[in-house]
């Protein structure tokens, strides 16, 4: 259990780190800047420690998986970026990949 909460952890420091890193106006901003780099830095620790014991592959799967899903929901209630139908279904299908991967494959740790 503790390594999904240290995939979570690297989860949220990297969605956060990706949303600062547009206020950050291609590193012109010193704040939203160091935001991001020690988003990433934090991000990429917490992401070593989960390889401990659960494979690449799942890891990087929900990594990708959950991360694109809280960016997309970030841009649109913070950044105002319009999702369209088929944006919102392709969503959909991540966040059920991501439960299928978890919930029926033997490859997941649990």
């Known amino acids: 259990m503790k390594n999904w909460l240290f995939l979570s952890v ?7 780190a990706t949303s600062a890193l547009k206020a950050s106006d291609g590193f ?4 939203p800047s160091a935001v991001v780099v020690l ?11 989960t390889l401990r014991s659960i494979p690449v592959g799942i890891a990087y799967a929900v990594w990708s998986g959950v991360g694109m899903v809280l960016i997309s929901l970030i ?6 970026q319009r999702l369209d139908i088929p944006a919102m279904i ?5 966040i059920a990949g991501v439960i299928v991967l978890n919930v029926f494959s033997k490859s997941a740790v649990h």
């Open 39 to 49: 988003g990433y830095g934090i991000a990429f620790y917490f992401l070593s420690l």
């Open 10 to 16: 690297a989860i949220v420091s990297e969605v956060l």
């Open 28 to 31: 012109n901003r010193f704040w």
């Open 75 to 80: 841009a649109w209630l913070g950044f105002g």
């Open 90 to 94: 392709g969503i959909g299908l991540i």
